[in-house]
């Protein structure tokens, strides 16, 4: 008999959930790959309604965590690697105005608290006005690719699609979140051998903006909880893989 998932509670991480939020990226990430306590600290104090956190509501765990920042469209027309696009600005203020969302990091070992987690930041977005969400993606079937096909083309294998849908595993369960868009393929982008170091960066349109008028006046709690029916009606229809970090090899 399959185990029933626990019940996850969300809310804004905190400078104390650092303990924590180590603890959840050292069972997921290597040490070259997972972040630090000054990293965490970082993008709590410059941006702390952009971070969230899904914990075990009977035992108090953190099950997944998601870090995102201000971005603008022009941000990504110059090649940058994962550090780059993750550093925060301790001077913008999270109330500053920005078009867009970046991605910066998603880790879980509960596939439904990562749903709930993306399900409220997409909420949040269309309240804010966000109208993209970029984030970086490993490419977890690339180096399977390339020893079958030496000398194969990286930017058309992340192109590629069967059914309409991308051939690598991770672009193809982010393209069934709304990440459609390939927006680059950059090499030495992250440590992930699999993806022989390369990433690439993939854009959503945040859906239903018609929507912004009413959601201002929802608080984030309301927000919250209505985000936690989204793993009710998206994970009967199937095992979703475990979430990572989005922006480094979810990221």
């Known amino acids: 008999m399959t185990p029933r998932p626990p019940r996850v509670v969300t809310r804004c991480l905190r400078l104390g959930d650092i303990p924590a939020l180590l603890d959840l990226e050292h069972k997921q990430w290597t040490a070259e790959q997972a972040a630090t306590a000054d990293a965490f600290k970082a993008r709590i104090t410059a941006h702390p309604h952009l971070c969230s956190g899904a914990f075990n509501a009977r035992t108090g765990e953190l099950l997944a965590s998601l870090f995102c920042k201000p971005t603008a469209e022009g941000d990504w027309t110059a090649p940058k690697d994962w550090e780059a696009n993750a550093a925060v600005d301790p ?26 987690l993306i399900a409220f930041q997409f909420l949040a977005a269309v309240k804010r006005g966000y109208r993209h969400v970029y984030l970086g993606s490993p490419m977890p079937g690339l180096a399977r690719h390339l020893a079958k096909h030496p000398g194969a083309c990286v930017q058309r294998y992340a192109r590629a699609t069967r ?7 991770q672009l193809r369960y982010y393209y069934h979140k709304g990440f459609r868009q390939l927006v680059a393929v950059r090499d030495n982008y992250f440590p992930h051998e699999a993806s022989c170091n390369y990433g690439a960066i993939l854009r959503a349109t945040v859906p239903r903006a018609w929507l912004r008028p009413f959601l201002l006046a929802v608080p984030d709690a309301a927000l919250r909880t209505l985000a936690s029916l989204a793993p009710r009606l998206a994970l009967p229809a199937g095992t979703v893989p475990r979430d990572k970090r989005v922006a480094k090899a979810s990221g």
Do not use: H, N, R, Y
Request: one cysteine or more.
């Open 91 to 116: 001077g913008c203020s999270d109330s500053q105005k920005a078009d867009s969302l970046f991605g910066i990091s998603l880790t879980s070992v509960e596939p439904g608290a990562a749903l709930q």
């Open 163 to 169: 059914s309409g849908v991308p051939i690598d595993p």
